[in-house]
């Protein structure tokens, strides 16, 4: 049991009821006895318009914010029921410190690790947990959050600042150590790691997504990098081979000599720019890095694995972490430029430059021919679809474009921008049916001794088609077709 009244002190300048909570929720459909309910107002749902029903679950308690649209008609009705309420300025904005409250500061009893970055923050996050040990570390991100049982899904990379620090207080009880976290930008812009402590921060690269939500990229990156030197503080690592990231790395050393770099580049005179001492090679079974002397055989794919994995020798070099005997144990992230069958890959990649480095990736392993499945996600980033509609022509040597997750969006329009800047189609198919199309490039691939890349979904399970959804994954599907074959 949590006194409200100390959960929420000097967050609240009100006179507070001296109450018992013994669980806290943003999420109306979780609402239990002695729940503490934080009444949290979205774009397109307001808690309050259903205070009724929600008092009728007996909470112990609503808060809800000051500036709440619903605010004088939700104390009427409180008080004709006499349900306790608070309300509290900035409500969303100290969710994540109420919750961090609630469960007794979990962060602060772990090694916390924050990835963020544009592309490749699942990856990192997976490889250094590898390297690790997996039964010391618990990682949120994309995939979920790690359990004993494998990863379990949250509906997004970086959950609610109340679920986050939930995971952050399981994973103590599981004698965990150290927690790595993908943040990213709409969690930064939404506070929800707000009140984690990290003892290290990396950003991975700066390229566009999500600009319908942050509307400009120079939003998107600024949010990125403000949010990286706040919470860093001196232990943030920069990716040397991204422009922009070495741009703000280079700014940054001059306040602070000591900051870390990564490379995948033989850079002298850069003492404090992890990196590698020869080239990568590129071999049609994985990479080799030759680092500290040593050259190891890695099983993965592509520069930008090697960049991933110098992102991880990076944080454990920072963290004083053992890793040089793990390294050549590593293997492919489910999804993440995973062979699945013999030349054919599946990759996560749905921005113009993952899809880019994806491509680039097999050309640099492989000599044949390459056909690129792929589409866009509705309800999503609009501007990126038309580029990745010129990645594919200029880098691909054939495609098929087909539905991604179309949500609420007509896939018809989707791939109708998608071809907008298309030169020319003679290399392009069309198939919407995302079975049809993968199973059309296997045929032809298998015909034509070609690689094939699925890029897009990577590892996620279900089709999102707005008012419903269907079990559906890239991986699975190829398996079962290649074993037909």
């Known amino acids: 049991m949590k006194k409200i009244n100390k959960i929420l002190e000097n967050i609240s300048t009100d006179e507070m009821p001296d109450i018992n909570i013994s669980s806290i929720s943003c999420d109306d459909r979780e609402i239990q006895k002695l729940c503490g309910f934080f009444a949290l107002e979205g774009a397109s749902y307001n808690p309050l318009e259903k205070i009724e029903p929600i008092i009728k679950k007996q909470p112990a308690v609503i808060i809800w914010d000051k500036k709440n649209t619903q605010s004088a008609v939700a104390k009427v009705i409180c008080q004709k029921n006499k349900m306790p309420f608070i309300e509290i300025d900035n409500l969303s904005k100290n969710l994540s410190k109420i919750a961090s409250r609630f469960y ?40 979920g959050f790690s359990s004993d049982d494998g990863f379990i899904s949250t509906g997004s990379t970086t959950p609610d600042a109340f679920l986050t620090q939930k995971i952050l207080d399981k994973f103590i009880k599981q004698n965990k150590k150290y927690a790595i976290l993908e943040v990213t930008s709409h969690a930064i812009a939404q506070h929800r790691t707000e009140a984690i402590a990290f003892n290290q921060v990396l950003l991975s690269n700066l390229g566009s997504d999500h600009l319908d939500f942050h509307k400009t990229i120079d939003e998107y990156h ?45 850079l002298d005179g850069w003492d ?52 040089m005997d793990k390294l050549s144990k590593l293997i492919p992230i489910i999804g993440r430029m995973q062979m699945v069958c013999p030349n054919i890959f599946v990759d996560f990649a749905h921005t113009e430059q993952a899809l880019k480095l994806a491509i680039l990736s097999l050309k640099q392993h492989f000599n044949q021919k390459i056909l690129l499945v792929f589409g866009c996600g509705g309800d999503r980033d609009k501007t990126k679809r038309a580029k990745m509609g010129q990645v594919a022509e200029k880098f691909a040597d054939f495609a098929i474009i087909t539905d991604d997750n179309p949500r609420y969006e007509s896939p018809q329009d989707i791939v109708s921008q998608i071809k907008a800047k298309i030169k020319n189609m003679d290399n392009f198919k069309i198939i ?48 079962r077709l290649c074993q037909l074959k």
């Open 222 to 266: 600024t949010i990125k990098l403000n949010w990286l030197k706040k919470v860093g503080a001196g232990r943030q690592i920069y990716n040397y081979d991204d422009l922009k990231c070495k741009e703000n790395w280079l700014q940054d050393i001059k306040k602070n000599p000591k900051l870390k770099a990564y490379s995948v580049i033989k």
């Open 104 to 143: 007794d500061n979990p962060s602060s009893k772990l090694i916390v690790i924050g990835i963020t970055g544009t592309d490749g923050k699942t990856s990192i996050t997976n490889l250094l947990s590898k390297i690790i040990g997996e039964k010391q570390t618990g990682t949120i991100g994309t995939l």
């Open 432 to 479: 919407h049916n995302r079975t049809n199309a993968i199973k059309t490039a296997i045929d032809y691939v298998k015909k034509n001794n070609m690689i094939l890349l699925v890029a897009g979904k990577g590892a996620e399970s279900m089709q999102d088609y707005g008012t419903y959804q269907i079990e559906f994954n890239d991986i699975t599907l190829i398996k």
């Open 272 to 323: 404090n720019v992890v990196s590698l001492d020869e080239d990568v090679i590129y071999k049609h079974d994985g990479i080799i890095l030759k680092y500290a002397n040593e050259k190891i055989n890695i099983h993965l794919f592509g520069e930008f694995n090697a960049s991933n994995i110098m992102a991880a020798v990076a944080i454990c070099l920072a963290l004083k972490i053992e890793f």
